[in-house]
Every structure is written in C-alpha cells, then in structure tokens.
C-alpha cells in the first residue's frame, strides 16, 4: 500500500481515504474495521461543545446546563465526555492508523481547555467542526469569522497536536478565510462540513430533514474551491469532504489539491469494507495513467496546474450558458 501512501497533518497515512466522523466512527468495532478495510486514518464522532461545557460545570459542581434545551440535556446525559476519552486510548492501543477526534462547536467559550485532555488521551490531529449559524442580522460577517478566530487562537495555545478546521462553504470570501487559518498556524482544513438542512414535505406541510446523506452530485460545489485553495501558495493541508461515493471521486478530489479524502455516506450505503474496492480502484487507475504514488498527480488540475485556469472563474459561466438556449 505504501504507493496510497500520502502526509496529512504531518501524518503519515497509508491511504487518502479517511473515515469521517459519524457513527462510523464511534466504537472500537468500527474503528478496527476501518483500519482492516484500508482506511488511512479516522476521524472520530464528534463530542459537541455542549457535552464539555456540561461536564466542566459538574465538576466544580456549578448547576447543570442551562441554555440545553431537552434535547441537548438528555444526549448529555447519555453520552459521557468521559467515555470519549476512553474511546480514544483504547482506539490508540488497538490502531496503527493516525486516530483524529473530532469536536462540533459554535464558540470558543468554556470548552477549549478540555482540547488539552483529548491531546493527552494520545490523539494524534484534532478536527474541529464549527457549525455556527449567523441567525442575528444586527452582526457582521467580521463577528462570524471573529468566532473562528478566537476560537483556533485559544487552541493553539492550549494543544500541540496538528489541528485541521472543517468548514462549511458558504463564506464571502472562502480563500482568505483559508489565509487566515493558516496565518493562526492551523495545520489543515476539511472542504467541506454538510450540515444538517431543512426541507418542506408539502403532504405534511411540515419542516423534515433534507437527506443526512450526500450523493455524487454534490461533488460540483466543491471542486472548484479545492482547486482554487490548493493553488494557494500556503502550507496548509486540505481534506476533502462531501459527496465521494467511490475511488474515481477520490481521485477526482486529490487531481484538485487535496491531501486527503473523508469518507461517509457510502460507507452507510455500502459498508466499511467498500473502502478496500475504492483504495483498489485509485491504484488501479494510477497504474493504468503511470503514476507511481499520489504525490505525482495531487494538484494536477488545479487552478495553478491546470492549463486554462480560467474554466474555474466567471468567464467560464458566461461561455456555458450563452451556449445553451
Ligand atoms: C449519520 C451521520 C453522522 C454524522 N456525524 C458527524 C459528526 O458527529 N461530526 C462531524 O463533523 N460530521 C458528521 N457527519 C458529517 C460527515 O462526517 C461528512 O462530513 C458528511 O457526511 C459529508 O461526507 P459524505 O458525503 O461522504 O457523507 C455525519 C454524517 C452522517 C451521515
């Protein structure tokens, strides 16, 4: 395998293809599947900021949660921070692959100390999902971005392992964002979170989930700011996420810039073991266009590559629509 062979975060991984965080990710039996299936590395299910802050304040026995609707009060209840760490030992003690936990936030108030134990638990990165929503009208987009700010500041104070953003897309300006993570000296960013949505069931006429799970199609909203943030002349490390459903997806990912590729969704569809069809794929289709490891054709079509950079920018919508009456 050593030809799957790429550096994340300063890890060495055996394969490009990593198990995001998700259920997938939350028991040793999964974890050691993972890493027999040909993963390069895991990323954790996520332990949520409520989670830590909840658990801080039982211990200088402050009372309870108070902004946790019923909700977030009963997760809690059922998911002990405690066992997460437990999670993370025992999944260094029985793995060889790098292992990331993950943690979902919306602040940096309270719980970035505890980044400290994860660390000390022996995680190797720490992912870091902001899933903030900007629902006040009254705040500018520099109070959102603020938040992130602040936020990987407090960390890089508080943890030396490697830590990489997961972000969604929807930003004014994605690559100075990017820019801006790495002037924080943030080792790597996932491009991209896929939130939870809303949609409208017209029979109910009632508020249900949109599908939790992605499908190839949502590939088109990413490729072109991989391409674009991997063009930059920045050291920071990019995995992608949303939408790979098979090794062709991967490649299609690394030819854009990334260092790695999160997998999810079709390992719901199609079990863990589907990662080994896709490590088999990605090297078949290297031996079949001569090349030897990954390095040789990461970043191959991106914006910097690519021989007419322009099909990523404005010129290119105007030229594909007018064609089309
Ligand atoms: C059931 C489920 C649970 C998830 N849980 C988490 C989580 O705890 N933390 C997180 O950062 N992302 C979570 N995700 C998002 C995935 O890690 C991933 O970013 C997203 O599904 C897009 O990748 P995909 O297209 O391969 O599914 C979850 C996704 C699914 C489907």
């Given amino acids: 395998m050593e030809k799957l ?30 890493e027999d299936c040909g993963a390069g590395a895991v990323v954790l299910k996520s332990l949520f900021e409520e989670q830590i802050n909840h658990h801080i304040s039982t211990l200088h026995s402050s009372p309870g949660y108070p902004e946790a609707d019923d909700y977030i009060s009963n997760y809690i209840k059922s998911h ?21 936990p993950s943690i979902n936030c919306y602040s940096s108030e309270g719980w970035t100390g505890f980044a400290k134990n994860i660390a000390d638990a022996g995680a190797d990165a720490l992912e870091i999902n902001v899933f903030f929503m900007p629902l006040d009208r009254k705040k500018s987009s520099i109070n959102a971005e603020k938040i ?16 990489a953003i997961k972000i969604g897309f929807r930003f004014s300006n994605i690559l100075n964002m990017i820019d801006q993570f790495y002037m924080r000296k943030v080792e790597g960013v996932v491009m991209f979170n896929r939130f939870y949505e809303p949609d409208i ?12 799970f992605s499908n190839e199609s949502e590939r088109r909203f990413i490729i072109r700011w991989i391409a674009m943030a991997s063009a930059q002349d920045i050291k920071i490390d990019i995995s992608a996420s949303t939408g790979v459903h098979s090794g062709a997806d991967a490649i299609r990912y690394i030819l854009a810039g990334a ?6 969704s079709v390992l719901y569809d199609k079990g863990i073991p589907f990662l ?15 090349f030897g490891t990954i390095s040789d054709f990461r970043g191959k079509l991106n914006w910097h ?10 010129t290119q919508f105007m030229k594909y629509f007018s064609s089309i009456d």
């Fill in 305 to 314: 590559n690519y021989k007419k950079p322009v099909v990523f920018e404005r």
């Fill in 80 to 100: 002990s921070v405690d066992e997460y760490i437990t999670l993370i030992k025992k999944a260094k003690e029985i793995l060889s692959i790098p292992v990331i």
């Fill in 5 to 34: 062979a790429v550096k994340y975060l300063g890890l060495t991984l055996k394969s490009p293809l990593i198990v995001s965080s998700s259920r997938l990710t939350s028991t040793l039996g999964y974890l050691k599947e993972a």
């Fill in 201 to 212: 069931d017209i029979n109910k006429i009632d508020i249900v989930p949109a599908s939790i």
């Fill in 276 to 290: 080994k069809k896709m490590n088999r794929q990605i090297e078949e289709w290297m031996d079949k266009n001569g």
């Fill in 148 to 163: 992130y700010f602040d936020l990987i500041e407090k960390l890089k104070k508080t943890v030396k392992i490697p830590i």
């Fill in 259 to 264: 260092h790695s590729v999160q997998v999810c």
